[in-house]
């Protein structure tokens, strides 16, 4: 047989300009109040305030995020932070939601969606879940048309959050990008 094998659609498009509107009412389901990307979108920046940035961040550009240290992340935020004990339960949400997986660059391994910006969070309510069940054949990778964050303007880092404003007035401090070494996790 002769099949075309499909590959990743990374098809993002810039939403960091959009303005906030009135939001409509995110459609929970499965008895939960909050959909799992505004959820997510609290706790991302939560997990930063609160000194585990190393574990999981933004990336610099607000754009995506990343896992640093899968272990650390299953061991210590999935329990005190998420509804998910196990990490491809986790990833299943991601996947439900359109989240798509970077494999080259700086961006490696991180996880975005055009309506996921960092200090965006109304954007996040208008990511909806998809129903369509799977076909059993997983996409192939497609790096050449990941796009890379980097040569595309930050978001605005006035649009932050209020925590992340107000932890910032308290600390009296600028962002800080993580740079220390993390311990790689054998697999």
């Known amino acids: 047989k002769n099949q075309v094998r499909r590959v990743v659609a990374h098809d993002y498009h810039d939403h960091s300009h959009d303005a906030e509107a009135s939001p409509p009412n995110p459609v929970a389901r499965g008895g939960v ?9 609290e706790l991302l920046e939560k997990i930063e305030v609160e000194g585990y940035g190393h574990v999981v961040s933004w990336q610099p550009h ?6 640093h240290n899968q272990k650390e992340f299953i061991e ?15 990833r299943r949400q991601l996947n439900l939601y359109g989240y798509r997986r970077l494999t080259k660059g700086k961006d490696r391994g991180g996880y975005y969606h055009e309506l996921f910006l960092r200090g965006k969070p109304f954007l996040a309510r208008r990511m909806q879940r998809t ?10 990778n497609n790096p050449k ?33 993580q740079t220390q070494a993390q311990p790689q996790i054998q697999t």
């Open 131 to 140: 129903c369509i069940k799977g076909t059993g054949v997983r996409c192939r």
């Open 145 to 177: 048309d990941e796009p890379d964050f980097y040569n595309m303007q930050p978001v605005s880092a006035n649009m932050m959050t209020s925590t992340q404003s107000q932890a910032q007035i308290q600390t009296n401090t600028q962002p800080q990008i």
């Open 76 to 90: 210590h935020i999935m329990p005190k932070y998420t509804k998910h004990s196990k990490f491809p339960s986790f």
């Open 62 to 67: 607000g754009r995506c995020f990343v896992i």
């Open 33 to 41: 109040t909050t959909p799992f990307p505004i959820h997510w979108h």
